[in-house]
C-alpha cells in the first residue's frame, strides 16, 4: 500500500467518524486489487443509517469524494459500507 491510498483510507476514517454516534466501531479495511482497490467501512449497525443517509445519498456523497481524490491518483476505488 503506498502513502497516496493510505490518505483515501484516513479521508473515509475522518468522514465516517464525523458522521456516527460511535466512532470507535468504525474500522476501515483496504483490499487493493491491480485496477480497483476496495474500501470496506465497517460501523455499528445503529450507525449505518447515518453512514447510508436517506435514499443512500450520504453514502453517495462519500463515494463522489472518494472518486474525486481517486481520479487525482488515476486510480478507482470502490467504497462498501458493512455494519457489525
Given at each position: 500500500?503506498?502513502?497516496?491510498?493510505?490518505?483515501?483510507k484516513?479521508?473515509?476514517?475522518?468522514?465516517?467518524?464525523?458522521?456516527?454516534?460511535n466512532?470507535?466501531?468504525?474500522?476501515?479495511?483496504?483490499?487493493?486489487?491491480?485496477q480497483?482497490?476496495?474500501?470496506?467501512?465497517?460501523?455499528?449497525?445503529?450507525?449505518?443509517?447515518?453512514?447510508?443517509?436517506?435514499n443512500?445519498?450520504?453514502?453517495?456523497?462519500?463515494?463522489?469524494?472518494?472518486?474525486?481524490?481517486?481520479?487525482?491518483?488515476?486510480?478507482?476505488?470502490i467504497?462498501?459500507?458493512?455494519?457489525?
Amino acid at each position: 500500500m503506498d502513502e497516496s491510498s493510505g490518505n483515501m483510507k484516513e479521508l473515509i476514517d475522518y468522514i465516517a467518524k464525523s458522521l456516527v454516534d460511535n466512532s470507535e466501531r468504525v474500522e476501515i479495511n483496504e483490499i487493493s486489487g491491480t485496477q480497483t482497490n476496495v474500501i470496506e467501512l465497517r460501523v455499528a449497525k445503529e450507525d449505518v443509517g447515518k453512514v447510508i443517509g436517506r435514499n443512500g445519498r450520504t453514502a453517495d456523497a462519500i463515494r463522489t469524494i472518494l472518486n474525486c481524490g481517486a481520479a487525482k491518483l488515476n486510480k478507482r476505488y470502490i467504497l462498501q459500507i458493512i455494519d457489525e
